[in-house]
């Protein structure tokens, strides 16, 4: 079912079509023209038509590389020490494009965050200390010790430049030779959803730009629905890079008049569109990056008939996730691959 985003159709006006277009030009090419197709399978299995905008195939295995080389190419490398909160993948990012241009880096991840997001985090060069119950407590002692220590503070969702960078993915599906009907977008601090819109509503403004959240992490949901902030008390969802509890204002706001509706998909929804990956495309996604795919499980009566795309916009997984969530009970009655 969609949720109107109950935002005016003026939307914020911080992001820039031309900034989006200087991002495709100088952003790391090893994060540009990722590949995009028609997954026929995934169509017939849905009665539909769906393009997927693969961003695993990279160094950091998600889409974060974007926006975070676009925001220090922006720094023109004069910003100092560096810190941030991430659940993983925007952590990532900002070490990649750091430790390219010397930069140090502290990241603040929850004491629950994904071990392997860490470990790649920690291997590109970042300092990760794990301190809070969830991401947003990590983020808040980020941004104390940032304050502290006189350090800059990147924050995912309120740094235009990221969700600018992550703009280039709707530039580049726009290359598509016909107009979709929807595109369907994770959306968990915000920035790649409003980077995506802003230039789809300015190319493609028939395309319906629908934003996806967990429904165990409803924040970002319940604060477009309703035009302000709602804060809640936990985000309870194995889609840790969505888990979002407390909205980041800027990225509300830049998300106004973008945005045409909202979905809810729950955890055994998105485990399902993993599965599906895995088994009919032979992808590996991670619980967030699965999610435009299970709001389309999840409301295929909605899009019956229509061509629509969605990015598989990250493929960071544990080895106890890759085996509990992709190889248990395969979906279609295929047989699992044999041990060894």
């Not at 909160?85 to 430790?99: P, T």
């Not at 997001?117 to 002692?141: H, P, S, Y």
């Not at 709707?170 to 920035?191: D, Q, Y």
Request: hydrophobic residues 45%; contains cysteine; glycine residues 12%.
């Amino acid at each position: 079912m969609h949720e109107g985003t109950g935002h005016a159709e003026t939307g914020g006006k911080r992001l820039s079509l031309e900034r989006i277009e200087e991002a495709a030009r100088c952003i790391d090419p090893v994060f540009l023209g990722s590949p995009q197709y028609e997954a026929e399978v995934l169509g017939e299995e849905l009665g539909l038509r769906l393009v997927c905008k693969v961003e695993t195939g990279n160094p950091i295995r998600s889409f974060k590389g974007r926006g975070t080389n676009y925001l220090l190419h922006r720094l023109g490398g004069e910003s100092g020490r560096l810190v941030c909160a991430s659940a993983g993948n925007f952590g990532q990012g900002l070490a990649y494009a750091a430790r390219k241009r010397n930069v140090p880096l502290t990241v603040f991840a929850a004491q629950s965050a994904n071990p392997a997001k860490v470990g790649r985090m920690r291997q590109f060069g970042a300092e990760v200390r794990l301190e809070g119950e969830d991401f947003d407590e990590a983020k808040a002692a980020a941004r104390a010790m940032a304050q502290a220590e006189g350090w800059r503070f990147v924050e995912d969702g309120r740094e235009v430049e990221i969700a600018e960078g992550a703009g280039t993915i709707a530039l580049e599906l726009c290359r598509w030779p016909e107009r979709f009907e929807a595109l369907l977008v994770p959306l968990g601090n915000g920035a790649l959803l409003a980077g995506v819109g802003t230039w789809i509503k300015a190319h493609a403004p028939s395309t319906q730009v629908i934003g996806v959240c967990a429904e165990g992490a409803p924040a970002m949901a319940l604060s477009l629905r309703e035009g302000a902030r709602k804060v809640t008390q936990e985000a309870d969802t194995i889609a840790d890079g969505i888990a979002v509890r407390v909205p980041v204002e800027e990225a509300l706001s830049d998300l106004s008049g973008v945005v045409d509706s909202i979905l809810l998909v729950d955890d055994a929804t998105i485990v399902d569109a993993m599965r599906l990956l895995f088994w009919k495309v032979g992808l590996v996604v991670e619980p967030a990056g699965a999610a435009g795919l299970a709001a389309l499980l999840a409301n295929r009566e909605v899009f019956t008939g229509a061509l629509v795309a969605t990015p598989l916009c990250g493929g960071n997984l544990t080895d106890q996730q890759l085996r509990r969530l992709l190889l248990e009970d395969a979906p279609g009655g295929e047989e699992k691959p044999p041990d060894g």
